[in-house]
C-alpha cells in the first residue's frame, strides 16, 4: 500500500488556503476502444480539495497531478464503507436476536448509522487532515 494515487486536473478555483482541482475519474475500462458500446465503461468529473500554504503558486486552468498514499485511500474506504457496514450487520444481528422481528432489525440497523455519520460530521476537519490530497511538484 506504498503506492502513489496520482490523478491529472485542471485548477478550478483557488481560496484562501484551498486549491478546488477539477479531476476525471475513470473506471479502469473507460479508455478501452470498445468501451462506447460496454456498459461497464464509465468516468465521473470529481472536485478534489487541495489544502496548502501555497496557493499563489496556482492559477485557474493550470494543469496539475494531485496525489494521495495508498494508505490514505485504504483509510478513507474504511470510514467511508467498512465501519458503517460492520455497525449495520452487528445491530441487524443483535436486535434480531433479541427480539426476532426483522422490521425491527433493520430498522434499527438503519438507525444506528445517524449517529455514525453525525460523529463523521463533527470530526470533518480533523479527518481533512489525516485524508488528504497533494498536488505534486
Not at 486552468?61 to 496525489?67: D, L, P
Request: charged share 15%.
Amino acid at each position: 500500500m506504498n503506492q502513489r494515487i496520482r490523478h491529472c486536473g485542471i485548477v478550478e478555483r483557488v481560496e484562501d488556503g484551498c486549491v478546488h482541482v477539477r479531476i476525471v475519474q475513470t473506471s479502469a475500462c473507460a479508455a478501452c476502444k470498445v468501451a462506447s458500446y460496454c456498459n461497464a465503461a464509465e468516468s465521473k468529473e470529481k472536485i478534489i480539495d487541495v489544502f496548502c500554504n501555497s496557493v499563489a503558486e496556482y492559477s485557474v486552468g493550470q494543469q496539475v497531478v494531485v496525489s494521495t498514499s495508498g494508505q490514505v485511500a485504504a483509510k478513507a474506504l474504511l470510514w467511508a464503507f467498512g465501519v458503517p457496514f460492520v455497525l449495520l450487520m452487528t445491530v441487524l444481528v443483535l436486535v434480531l436476536l433479541l427480539t426476532g422481528n426483522e422490521g425491527w432489525a433493520a430498522l434499527s440497523a438503519l438507525v444506528a448509522l445517524i449517529p455514525y455519520y453525525i460523529i463523521l460530521w463533527l470530526f470533518r476537519d480533523k479527518m481533512r487532515e489525516q485524508l488528504a490530497f497533494q498536488i505534486e511538484a
